[in-house]
């Protein structure tokens, strides 16, 4: 089984929806660490945001939020109001403690964001 | 700025050359990772390195190799191109586990 699962490979939606990326993962570790990374149509990767396994609070930056779920294993993240800036490729990881420090990506999802 | 840059950013080449990818990083990490990105498979870990002449194997590790001779740099080599490894190559850098990596630009790999 996938350690980070992405299950919407894309999605398209019209400027100024909001839309939530999906992420599920799976560990037996009790101390971990995800992060989403956005790759814009140049090619980049940039790191968005971390949380650690300790920390179930929310977050929210701008137009954008994540809502951690240890219950459900679920690192989900929310862009409200989309804007055509918004289209990229959107990947969850997780690293684990007993994976040495890799992180293990999930396949990415494609946002596009259509004016 | 501290940053990690990858060179070539684009190379064309025939099977059976040897290649090597190059990739430094002034950060002064010592966790340093290459990745491949193909069309449905995100990013697959190839080799890291968590020091100098440390390296390990990621998931793909077949026929690529690389080495740490000094903290700023972890060259990948295709000991013999293969059409299947055409793909983006990603090298990344990090402090520790529970920091995110910071990624070159990029290296697009075409081998005819």
């Known amino acids: 089984a996938q350690k980070v699962t992405q299950a919407q490979t894309e999605i398209s939606v019209v400027e100024k929806e909001d839309v939530t990326l999906d992420c599920v993962y799976e560990?037996?570790?009790?101390?971990?660490?995800l992060f989403w990374y956005k790759q814009p149509p140049s090619g980049e990767l940039v790191f968005l945001i971390r949380?650690?396994?300790?920390?179930?609070q929310n977050e929210i930056s701008g137009r954008y939020s994540w809502n951690f779920q240890k219950s459900t294993s679920s690192f989900n993240f929310t862009i409200t109001a989309s804007q055509v800036v918004d289209s990229a490729v959107y990947f969850c990881?997780?690293?684990?403690?007993?994976?040495?420090?890799?992180?293990?990506f999930g396949d990415g999802t494609t946002l596009t964001v259509k004016p | 700025d501290a940053e990690i840059t990858q060179s070539p950013r684009h190379k064309i080449t025939e099977t059976g050359r040897q290649v090597t990818l190059a990739c430094h990083q002034t950060?002064?990490?010592?966790?340093m990772f290459w990745y491949r990105q193909d069309l449905g498979h995100g990013l697959r870990l190839i080799h890291y390195?968590?020091?100098?002449?440390?390296?390990n194997k990621g998931e793909v590790s077949d026929g690529y190799s690389v080495s740490r001779s000094n903290t700023e740099d972890l060259p990948l080599t295709l000991e013999s191109a293969a059409s299947s490894q055409t793909s983006v190559y990603f090298c990344?850098?990090?402090?520790?586990?529970?920091?995110?990596?910071?990624f070159g630009d990029g290296t697009r790999l075409s081998i005819l």
């Open positions: 560990t037996r570790d009790t101390t971990y660490y």
């Open positions: 390195s968590y020091g100098v002449h440390d390296t």
């Open positions: 949380r650690n396994s300790f920390d179930e």
């Open positions: 990344a850098s990090s402090d520790s586990l529970d920091q995110p990596q910071h």
């Open positions: 990881a997780l690293s684990e403690v007993t994976n040495a420090g890799k992180s293990t």
């Open positions: 950060w002064n990490h010592n966790n």
